[in-house]
C-alpha cells in the first residue's frame, strides 16, 4: 500500500530496535522524551515491544522510500492487541517478569517522574497493558493499539492508513471494537481520532479512553 513517499507493511523482526527508538521519540505527547530516560529502553519495554511479541499480526511500520526505491528504517507503526485482557494476562506470566529484577527500585534509579512511571507500571502486576479497568470497554472494545509516527511521516496521511489497515485486519478476525488511551494534553491526537470515528467511552484524571465499533 503506497501513498506519496512511504508504504505501509507488516512489522519485521528486524524492526524491534525502530519500536524501541519511535517510542522513546514520541513518548513525551508526541515529542522527543529522550532527556527525562536514563534507560532509552525503558519505555519501549512497556508500551511498544511487548505488542509485537504478543500478536506480530497486528503490528504495521510505515516506511519511507527514497526516490531511488531505496528504503529507510521504519519512521512510524501501530501496534495493537486484540483482545487486551488476555495480552494483560500474558505480559503478567511472560513478559513483565523477564523486566523486574533489572528495574526494581533497589538497583534503578530514574531520572525523571515519567521514567519513575514506567518502572511502577513495570513493577505493578495488577493490570499491565490496560488503559482501562471499565469492563463494558473491554468487552465491547477489545482489542486496543498504539500508534506512534515521527515527524519525517507526520501530516502525510500516514496515521490514517495505518489505522485503516489495522481496523481492516481487525474486522477480519472478528473483533467486535477497539480502544485507545491519549492525553488531555493531546488535543491534535484527540481531534484525529475523532475525524477517524473514535469516541470519547471514559474521562480519567490523565486523558480520555476513546474507542469504535468495528
Not at 105 to 121: A, D, G, N, R, W
Not at 202 to 207: A, F
Amino acid at each position: 500500500m503506497a501513498l506519496q513517499d512511504f508504504f505501509i507493511r507488516p512489522t519485521h523482526m528486524s524492526d524491534v530496535p525502530s519500536l524501541y527508538r519511535i517510542c522513546l521519540l514520541t513518548a513525551n505527547n508526541g515529542v522527543d522524551a529522550s532527556a527525562l530516560f536514563s534507560d532509552s529502553l525503558l519505555v519501549g519495554h512497556y508500551y511498544a515491544a511487548p505488542y509485537f511479541f504478543y500478536s506480530p499480526q497486528l503490528c504495521y511500520s510505515a516506511v519511507l522510500q527514497g526516490p531511488k526505491k531505496s528504503v529507510s528504517a521504519p519512521l512510524g507503526y501501530i501496534i495493537a492487541c486484540s483482545d487486551t485482557v488476555a495480552f494483560s494476562r500474558w505480559m503478567v506470566s511472560q513478559w513483565l517478569p523477564i523486566l523486574q529484577p533489572h528495574y526494581a527500585k533497589t538497583v534503578f534509579l530514574p531520572k525523571s517522574s515519567m521514567e519513575e512511571k514506567i518502572q511502577e507500571l513495570i513493577l505493578d502486576n495488577t493490570h499491565p497493558g490496560f488503559c482501562t479497568k471499565n469492563a463494558s470497554i473491554l468487552k465491547n472494545y477489545p482489542a486496543q493499539f498504539h500508534i506512534d509516527i515521527l515527524p519525517e511521516l507526520q501530516k502525510k496521511g500516514c496515521g490514517k492508513i495505518l489505522i485503516e489497515t489495522l481496523l481492516h485486519q481487525l474486522k477480519e478476525n472478528h473483533i467486535c471494537g477497539v480502544h485507545l488511551g491519549v492525553s488531555k494534553e493531546n488535543s491534535n491526537a484527540v481531534g484525529f481520532y475523532e475525524a477517524m470515528g473514535f469516541a470519547v467511552l471514559e474521562e480519567l484524571s490523565w486523558g480520555y479512553v476513546m474507542g469504535k465499533q468495528l
